[in-house]
């Protein structure tokens, strides 16, 4: 355990709610949800969540904790937005998904292997390198993330989708060294930088 | 009439060979023909999407979009800023209306912005192009340049997720948005009516990470087309466009579909309605070849 979260489990003790109100983007929603379950129906993959949106709001304030964010379930959602537009409440669900799955990661107890956790961290990455997507990059660090041999199954698989895309000039090998970038990377990295100390000085120096 | 100028924000998916260049190109042709002028915003960076949250918190996430913002303001000043990658306007949209609604985010956002030089003022208006041809061009100046209409080919109009929601488009709802209809009508195809999966979600970024549980859905989206009796499907979002596209043949080989239906791009239509011939109109970017379009456009 991070001494974060270990931090975080003294600071707020049984009062998991006001943890996820203080630390979870657009955590102070979470107490206005009414328990009528439209966002858990209107999910496209509501069916692969262990706890549906409706069911992770009520177990904040039930202060189950480790069941929370140690769940695989926000990692199931797809940013489609039907559960925001559903919510007779109008919380921003989909965006506390994210915010939990964030908080999750920031205090180490996120599930490791989970594959859109694993993606989603490839992406920022890949994205935070250059300031801007490679697309044949986070391809092949997706492939291999559960490593060598796994990688060259998957990439065998998916070779006819990559060659389709290599011949009507939508995938680039160009893109292999260097690649797209922004040109004021140092300013970039800088912004980057000073955006994730600010936040850190807000939820860890919280403690 | 007179040009419309715009501030535009491509994404990443749109640059030179990566997987929507081809709704580049088409955008490009049918800018052309509407006398839309596109500046690309200089040194634009990534949005971060709508999975950049696991290795991004809120505020990196912000800064992301903010930059884009503040530099377009600095060399775009007062023009709308156009994206036409649906994730791209989603977010950019996103970030400035929560730095409009929390003056604490603004200021760690500026704080921020600094470092690289920058300052946000945040009074630009963020829009998606088909915003622009609804509200700006409108329906009939937007039929008045088909001089190939699309007769005989009936299209599905796939509007899916970020598109539509949360934002959407005004005066339009998010169960039952027409205007994707309308642009295919207005490029004299028809459209299929009532298509079941016009707002369903194709999976999204989760089409890499959660491939079967996403291509289940894709299952779903292509086969209520079929349905219709659609011969194409037209989207307006990069992601829609692939994960519907690139995936059929692995739906076939598990579900025993025999799914062949090319997908495209509201653009792609317009393009070549408007006469462009099909490489201006990113046609051999088609995995699946639109063999009615590349007809219609070899005319």
Same mark, same amino acid.
């Given at each position: 355990?991070?001494?974060?979260?270990?931090?975080?489990?003294?600071?707020?003790?049984?009062?998991?709610?006001?943890?996820?109100?203080?630390?979870?983007?657009?955590?102070?929603?979470?107490?206005?949800?009414?328990?009528?379950?439209?966002? @858990?129906? /209107?999910?496209?993959?509501?069916?692969?969540?262990?706890?549906?949106?409706?069911?992770?709001?009520?177990?904040?304030?039930?202060?189950?904790?480790?069941?929370?964010?140690?769940?695989? @379930?926000?990692?199931?959602?797809?940013?489609?937005?039907?559960?925001?537009?559903?919510?007779? !409440?109008? %919380?921003?669900?989909?965006?506390?998904?994210?915010?939990?799955?964030?908080?999750?990661?920031?205090?180490?107890?996120?599930?490791?292997?989970?594959?859109? !956790?694993?993606?989603?961290?490839?992406?920022?990455?890949? %994205?935070?390198?250059?300031?801007?997507?490679?697309?044949?990059? %986070?391809?092949?660090?997706?492939?291999?993330?559960?490593?060598?041999?796994?990688?060259?199954?998957?990439?065998?698989?998916?070779?006819?989708?990559?060659?389709?895309?290599?011949?009507?000039?939508?995938?680039?090998?160009?893109?292999?060294?260097?690649?797209?970038?922004?040109?004021?990377?140092?300013?970039?990295?800088?912004?980057?930088?000073?955006?994730?100390? %600010?936040?850190?000085? !807000?939820?860890?120096? /919280?403690? | 009439?007179?040009?419309?100028? $715009?501030?535009? $924000?491509?994404?990443? &998916?749109?640059?030179?060979?990566? &997987?929507?260049?081809? $709704?580049?190109?088409?955008?490009?042709?049918?800018?052309?023909?509407?006398?839309?002028?596109?500046?690309?915003?200089?040194?634009?960076?990534?949005?971060?999407? &709508?999975?950049?949250?696991?290795?991004?918190?809120?505020?990196?996430?912000?800064?992301?979009?903010?930059?884009?913002?503040?530099?377009?303001?600095?060399?775009?000043?007062?023009?709308?800023?156009?994206?036409?990658?649906?994730?791209?306007?989603?977010?950019?949209?996103?970030?400035?209306?929560?730095?409009?609604?929390?003056?604490?985010?603004?200021?760690?956002?500026?704080?921020?912005?600094?470092?690289?030089?920058?300052?946000?003022?945040?009074?630009?208006?963020?829009?998606?192009?088909?915003?622009?041809?609804?509200?700006?061009?409108?329906?009939?100046?937007?039929?008045?340049?088909?001089?190939?209409?699309?007769?005989?080919?009936?299209?599905?109009?796939?509007?899916?997720?970020?598109?539509?929601?949360?934002?959407?488009?005004?005066?339009?709802?998010?169960?039952?948005?027409?205007?994707?209809?309308?642009?295919?009508?207005?490029?004299?195809?028809?459209?299929?009516?009532?298509?079941?999966?016009?707002?369903?979600?194709?999976?999204?970024?989760?089409?890499?990470?959660?491939?079967?549980?996403?291509?289940?859905?894709?299952?779903?989206?292509?086969?209520?087309?079929?349905?219709?009796?659609?011969?194409?499907?037209?989207?307006?979002?990069?992601?829609?466009?692939?994960?519907?596209?690139?995936?059929?043949?692995?739906?076939?080989?598990?579900?025993?579909?025999?799914?062949?239906?090319?997908?495209?791009? $509201?653009?792609?239509?317009?393009?070549?309605?408007?006469?462009?011939?099909?490489?201006? &109109?990113?046609?051999?970017?088609?995995?699946?070849?639109?063999?009615?379009?590349?007809?219609?456009?070899?005319?």
């Amino acid at each position: 355990m991070s001494d974060l979260n270990t931090g975080m489990v003294e600071k707020y003790r049984n009062n998991f709610l006001k943890e996820v109100e203080a630390n979870v983007e657009e955590g102070d929603w979470v107490k206005m949800c009414m328990q009528c379950g439209v966002c @858990s129906g /209107s999910c496209p993959l509501g069916p692969h969540w262990d706890h549906p949106p409706q069911e992770l709001f009520m177990m904040i304030r039930a202060g189950k904790r480790d069941e929370v964010l140690q769940s695989t @379930s926000m990692w199931m959602c797809t940013s489609c937005y039907n559960c925001i537009v559903r919510c007779p !409440r109008e %919380l921003p669900i989909t965006h506390i998904m994210h915010g939990l799955a964030h908080y999750a990661t920031r205090l180490g107890i996120e599930p490791k292997g989970q594959p859109t !956790r694993q993606f989603a961290q490839l992406f920022w990455d890949n %994205l935070a390198k250059n300031g801007r997507v490679n697309e044949l990059w %986070l391809g092949v660090n997706l492939y291999f993330m559960n490593g060598f041999v796994e990688g060259i199954k998957v990439a065998m698989g998916m070779a006819g989708i990559g060659l389709g895309m290599l011949k009507s000039g939508r995938l680039s090998l160009k893109e292999l060294i260097g690649g797209h970038t922004v040109k004021d990377k140092k300013g970039f990295k800088a912004m980057i930088k000073k955006a994730q100390e %600010l936040e850190a000085a !807000r939820v860890d120096g /919280s403690n | 009439m007179a040009t419309k100028e $715009y501030s535009f $924000y491509p994404g990443c &998916s749109s640059q030179e060979g990566a &997987s929507s260049s081809n $709704y580049l190109k088409s955008v490009q042709s049918m800018c052309d023909v509407l006398d839309i002028k596109l500046n690309v915003i200089p040194d634009w960076n990534c949005c971060s999407a &709508s999975i950049g949250y696991c290795g991004g918190g809120e505020l990196p996430r912000l800064a992301l979009s903010a930059r884009n913002i503040a530099l377009s303001e600095q060399h775009n000043a007062g023009q709308d800023i156009v994206a036409t990658c649906a994730a791209c306007w989603l977010a950019t949209k996103e970030t400035q209306e929560r730095l409009d609604d929390d003056a604490g985010l603004m200021d760690e956002t500026n704080q921020a912005l600094a470092e690289a030089g920058l300052k946000l003022k945040n009074d630009n208006k963020i829009r998606h192009m088909v915003e622009v041809l609804i509200e700006d061009v409108g329906y009939e100046e937007m039929g008045k340049h088909v001089k190939k209409p699309l007769d005989g080919i009936k299209i599905a109009g796939y509007v899916g997720c970020q598109t539509n929601r949360p934002f959407g488009i005004e005066g339009e709802s998010f169960e039952n948005p027409k205007y994707l209809d309308k642009f295919i009508e207005t490029m004299g195809a028809e459209p299929v009516e009532n298509y079941d999966k016009k707002v369903s979600c194709c999976g999204g970024a989760l089409a890499f990470s959660e491939p079967e549980k996403s291509q289940a859905l894709i299952k779903d989206i292509i086969e209520a087309a079929y349905d219709g009796g659609a011969d194409m499907i037209v989207t307006p979002c990069p992601v829609c466009q692939m994960n519907v596209e690139v995936y059929q043949d692995k739906i076939n080989a598990k579900y025993g579909t025999k799914f062949n239906i090319p997908v495209t791009y $509201y653009s792609t239509l317009m393009s070549v309605a408007y006469g462009k011939n099909g490489k201006e &109109s990113g046609l051999n970017g088609q995995i699946i070849k639109a063999k009615q379009l590349e007809e219609i456009a070899a005319k």
